[in-house]
C-alpha cells in the first residue's frame, strides 16, 4: 500500500512540474508575440511611397503675376549695348501642379523691346511652359518645402505688330519660389526665348539668332478643390508584420489547444488519485494538494494552492456574524481571536475597555486587515513599479463589494526636501492614488486623505516615500 502511495505522491509531483513546465513554454510565445507587435511600436520614421499621387483637375491650379525687366538682344545687335536695351516688363500666368513635381502654364508677356535699329516696338509673347520643381525629390517626411527651385521649357509665339512679324520661340528658364502662408508664395525668375532673327523685322526668317531675356519677380496664389500634397505612408512594412503576428496567434491557439487536452487529461488523473486516497481514509491528510479556497471561504478541486485562506476566511465569517447580532459563535475562534485560550485574559482594546480586535474592527477603531503600501519615486507621486495599480484593483475591488470606508495616508522622506514641501508631497502622493480609486468605482464621500509630510519611520530611508491605504467597515 504505501509503495501505491508513494506511487501517487510521485505523479503529482510529476504533474506538478509538467504543468510549470507548459506555463513556462506558454510565457516564451507569448513574449514572442510582444516582440513582433514592438517592432511596429518603435518605428518612429515611417516610410513614404514615391509617386503615390492621385491626380484630379480641381486641385492645385495657380496664377501669378509678376514684373521685372526685359532685353531685346537682336541680330545684328546693333550700337546699343545690353544695359541700353532695358525695358520695363510685365508677365501673367495661369497653371497646374500636376503632382508635386511636374506642372504647366500658359504665360502673357509684354509690352515694349528695343529693337536692332534702336526704336521702341510693342510685342506680345504667349508661351506654354512644362515645370519641373526639383525640392520634393529631395524633401523627406511628408511636409512641404518652404522653398522650391522650378526650371521650365516651353514653346510660344511672339507678336511684333510695328515689325509685322509673328515668329516661333523657344523658353527656357529657371523659377524660385518661397512659401509665406498656405498657397501664397512669392516668386522670381529668370527667362530666355529664342526665336528667328527677324523678330524685330531685321535680319533673316530662317536663322535663330534673336534673345528675349527677362528677370521678374512677384507673387503667386494656387487655389483649387485641394492644395498641397500628402505622401503615402508604405504599408509593406506593416503587413508583413501583421502576417507574422497572424501566424503567431495561430500557432498560439494550437498550443493553447495542446494544453488545454493536458489538462483535461491530467484532471482526470487527479480525480482518480483523489479517489483513491478517500477510498483509503488519506484524503484529510492530502487535502491541500487538490482544493481552493477562493474569497468567500468555498473550496473547489483542482490543482494546487497559491496560498492558504482559512484564517482570513474564518475572520471574515466572525466579523459578519458579530456585525448581524447572530448568536451562532464559532467558540474554539473567538477564542482565538480574543486570547482567551488556556486561560489566558481577554486582550485589551483601543478603548481601554477588555474589546476584541473584532470588536474594534466593527466600531470602526481598527482597520480591516493588514494596511497596503504604496511606494513612490523620489520627488514625484510616480509609482515606483506600475505593478503595484494591482493592488488598487484588489482594493477597489473589496472596498466596493462590501462597501468599506478608505483612509489614505501619503508621506514623504523626510531626509529630503523641506516640511513644505514633504507636506505637499505626502498630500500629492495621497491623492493619485484616491484618483486611482475613484477610477475604479469608489465613491469620494467614502474615501478620507491624510498627508503626514516628512517622515523617518522606516530604513531603508526611501521606504518612508509611501503612501497607505487602511480599510474600515461602513
Known amino acids: 500500500m504505501k509503495k501505491i502511495l508513494f506511487s501517487m505522491l510521485v505523479t503529482f509531483v510529476a504533474l506538478l512540474d509538467a504543468n510549470a513546465h507548459a506555463v513556462s513554454h506558454a510565457e516564451m510565445k507569448l513574449k514572442e508575440i510582444e516582440a513582433a507587435q514592438k517592432e511596429i511600436t518603435l518605428r518612429k520614421k515611417p516610410k513614404y511611397l514615391s509617386g503615390a499621387i492621385i491626380p484630379s483637375w480641381t486641385d492645385n491650379w495657380f496664377i501669378s503675376v509678376s514684373g521685372g525687366a526685359s532685353s531685346f538682344i537682336g541680330s545684328p545687335l546693333g550700337c546699343d549695348d545690353l544695359f541700353g536695351r532695358i525695358k520695363p516688363a510685365l508677365q501673367i500666368s495661369l497653371g497646374k501642379w500636376h503632382t508635386p513635381s511636374v506642372g504647366n502654364r500658359l504665360v502673357f508677356q509684354g509690352f515694349e523691346w528695343k529693337s536692332g535699329a534702336l526704336t521702341n516696338q510693342q510685342y506680345r509673347h504667349y508661351h506654354a511652359d512644362l515645370l519641373v520643381n526639383l525640392m520634393p525629390s529631395i524633401a523627406k517626411g511628408d511636409k512641404e518645402c518652404r522653398w522650391d527651385i522650378i526650371p521650365f521649357v516651353g514653346v510660344g509665339l511672339i507678336d511684333n505688330r510695328d515689325a509685322g512679324r509673328n515668329p516661333f520661340a523657344f523658353n527656357y528658364g529657371v523659377q524660385g519660389r518661397f512659401r509665406i502662408a498656405d498657397g501664397l508664395h512669392i516668386t522670381a525668375e529668370i527667362g530666355d526665348a529664342t526665336t528667328f532673327k527677324d523678330a524685330d523685322g531685321l535680319g533673316s526668317a530662317r536663322e535663330i539668332g534673336d534673345h528675349l531675356l527677362t528677370l521678374s519677380a512677384g507673387v503667386s496664389w494656387t487655389f483649387g478643390k485641394n492644395r498641397g500634397w500628402k505622401k503615402v505612408i508604405d504599408a509593406r512594412p506593416y503587413v508583413i508584420l501583421n502576417e507574422r503576428l497572424k501566424a503567431a496567434a495561430y500557432e498560439q491557439e494550437k498550443e493553447n489547444e495542446r494544453l488545454a487536452k493536458e489538462n483535461e487529461a491530467k484532471a482526470r488523473l487527479i480525480a482518480e488519485l483523489r479517489k483513491i486516497l478517500e477510498i483509503e481514509g488519506l484524503l484529510d491528510k492530502y487535502a491541500g494538494c487538490f482544493e481552493r479556497v477562493d474569497d468567500h471561504g468555498n473550496t473547489s478541486a483542482g490543482g494546487y494552492t497559491m496560498n492558504d485562506y482559512n484564517g482570513l476566511n474564518s475572520l471574515r465569517k466572525r466579523l459578519r456574524d458579530g456585525k448581524n447580532g447572530s448568536p451562532e459563535k464559532d467558540n474554539r475562534s473567538e477564542n482565538a481571536v480574543s486570547g482567551e485560550s488556556n486561560g489566558s485574559k481577554a486582550e485589551v482594546g483601543s478603548d481601554g475597555n477588555n474589546n476584541s480586535y473584532a470588536d474594534d474592527v466593527i466600531n ?45 495616508t501619503g508621506s514623504a522622506d523626510k531626509a529630503t526636501g523641506t516640511e513644505m514641501i514633504n507636506s505637499n508631497l505626502g498630500s500629492q502622493r495621497a491623492t493619485f492614488i484616491a484618483g486611482c480609486l475613484k477610477e475604479r468605482g469608489i465613491l469620494e464621500n467614502n474615501i478620507k486623505k491624510i498627508s503626514r509630510g516628512g517622515i523617518d519611520d522606516y530604513t531603508p530611508g526611501k521606504a518612508n516615500r509611501n503612501t497607505i491605504v487602511r480599510l474600515f467597515l461602513p
Open 364 to 408: 470602526g477603531n481598527a482597520a480591516l486587515g493588514a494596511p497596503i503600501y504604496f511606494f513612490f519615486e523620489l520627488g514625484t507621486d510616480n509609482l515606483v513599479e506600475e505593478s503595484q495599480l494591482v493592488n488598487i484593483d484588489e482594493i477597489a475591488r473589496i472596498a466596493k463589494k462590501y462597501n468599506l470606508r478608505i483612509e489614505i
